[in-house]
């Protein structure tokens, strides 16, 4: 045996193919066939090289740089180091980023954009603390008697109302809401002269005296602004009031509604079951949802919804509804215009106009769908399949599609008595 061929073998592996990708087959755990992967948006717009000299222009224009002037005022303000602070703080964000991916809030909970840094916000800011030693001479403090006392809160009571009244107090005869607000002003007035430290000590140095109200010697003090700031104030929500649903703020939005006005639909959900949705990690189980919503005044809408949880497919269930909410005609506020038919799936429905006093002698579905949209005279069918979820989308897409006279009388090219045949109190010659 020839020693060559083995080497030539050892030499000659390294040029061999790869075997490739498809020659080991891999077990997939899907019934279905595979397919390409979703191509995800990018999550901020393209910027093609043509629109760039645009945006240039527009960041500049928008958002200038400093000039000669501008320099010389801040080297007034600012040391050297925080100026260089500033302008390595500004280079470091691009203006075109702030032209085409940020935009200035409007809600009530915004901070200001353009502040110079030259006074303390009680809001994001800390107060400045200052300890004993900042303040010059004694700090031999005594407590009050009851008449001192007494004779304290009466005089930074006035301090107060003086403070809130520059003009003086109101005087005469007032009205109701002035005397309100002038006693609620009284009984704060009061109650901060009673919590004010300088109305339980007393002190002959005067810059002691004076550190009592200043905040910058409480520790307590500084965070007091805090509790009734604005963003306080906007957040805040009594206990028996109802959480703010962001789905049902939407969808006022969407509908330009009030709260009262969504109050006023009628909902009712009509199908309840459970579904499955078979996985490679298991059988998912889930609630489906068909529920109706309407005025009562003509207008009918039907939603679905799905979740896990009962209550969030519920609500998705009715705010589809109400925002699928189409106007249904109605003869004489009543009844429908002449006898309708659809058919979804195998089911077919058939509806018909009954004179006045006929009532709604229609199955339970069709009842409560015929409720909801204000009709009060029909009867109905269901000769064929009577599965819930077609015959409620049945019922509602014949609703909806209503031939009307003056459409029919239009298509025709006559008028809407020749339509209607009523001549001479209904009679026909």
């Not at 301090?159 to 809401?177: Q, R, T």
């Not at 200043?214 to 700031?229: C, L, T």
């Not at 699928?324 to 003869?331: A, D, E, F, G, V």
């Not at 009954?354 to 029909?378: C, K, M, N, S, T």
């Amino acid at each position: 045996m020839s020693v060559c061929r083995p080497v030539r073998c050892l030499f000659a592996s390294a040029s061999l193919s790869k075997p490739s990708a498809s020659a080991a087959p891999k077990r997939s755990f899907h019934a279905s066939a595979p397919r390409a992967a979703r191509k995800r948006r990018p999550h901020y717009p393209s910027i093609k090289a043509e629109d760039l000299k645009l945006l240039n222009q527009a960041a500049e224009t928008q958002y200038p740089k400093y000039d000669t002037s501008e320099t010389a005022l801040l080297e007034k303000r600012y040391t050297p180091a925080q100026i260089a602070a500033i302008k390595a703080a500004e280079t470091a964000i691009d203006s075109r980023d702030l032209l085409t991916q940020s935009s200035r809030r409007t809600d009530p909970w915004l901070l200001p954009y353009e502040d110079d840094m030259s006074e303390v916000d009680p809001v994001t800011d800390h107060a400045e603390k200052l300890d004993p030693s900042d303040i010059p001479g004694s700090h031999d403090f005594q407590d009050v008697n009851e008449e001192e006392r007494d004779e304290a809160i009466t005089f930074i009571a006035n301090e107060n109302l003086a403070k809130m009244f520059p003009d003086g107090l109101p005087e005469g005869e007032l009205s109701v809401e002035t005397q309100r607000q002038l006693e609620e002003a009284m009984g704060t007035a009061v109650t901060q002269a009673v919590l004010d430290p300088r109305a339980s000590f007393r002190v002959k140095n005067r810059h002691a005296a004076a550190a009592l109200s200043d905040p910058r010697h409480s520790i307590v003090m500084p965070d007091i602004p805090r509790i009734d700031n604005r963003m306080v104030r906007q957040t805040r929500r009594l206990s028996s009031e109802e959480a703010e649903d962001p789905r049902q703020k939407r969808l006022l939005q969407y509908l330009n509604w009030d709260k009262t006005k969504l109050r006023s639909i009628k909902v009712k959900t009509l199908v309840v079951h459970g579904v499955t949705n078979q996985t490679r990690m298991g059988k998912i189980r889930s609630m489906y949802y068909l529920t109706i919503a309407g005025n009562q005044a003509g207008l009918l809408g039907v939603g679905e919804g799905k979740s896990v949880e009962p209550d969030e497919g519920r609500k998705q269930s009715v705010m589809a509804a109400i925002r699928n909410m189409r106007p249904i005609p109605r003869y004489e506020n009543r009844t429908t215009f002449g006898d309708l038919e659809c058919k979804v799936g195998a089911t077919k429905v058939q509806l018909f106009a009954r004179p006045p006093g006929f009532g709604l002698r229609v199955q339970h579905l069709i009842f409560e769908i015929a409720r909801a949209a204000g009709l009060q005279d029909l009867a109905a069918r269901t000769p064929r399949s009577r599965n819930k979820m077609n015959v409620i989308k049945a019922t509602w897409e014949a609703l909806c599609n209503q031939k009307l006279p003056d459409e029919i009388a239009r298509a025709r090219g006559k008028k809407l008595v020749d339509v209607r045949k009523v001549y001479y109190g209904g009679s026909v010659h």
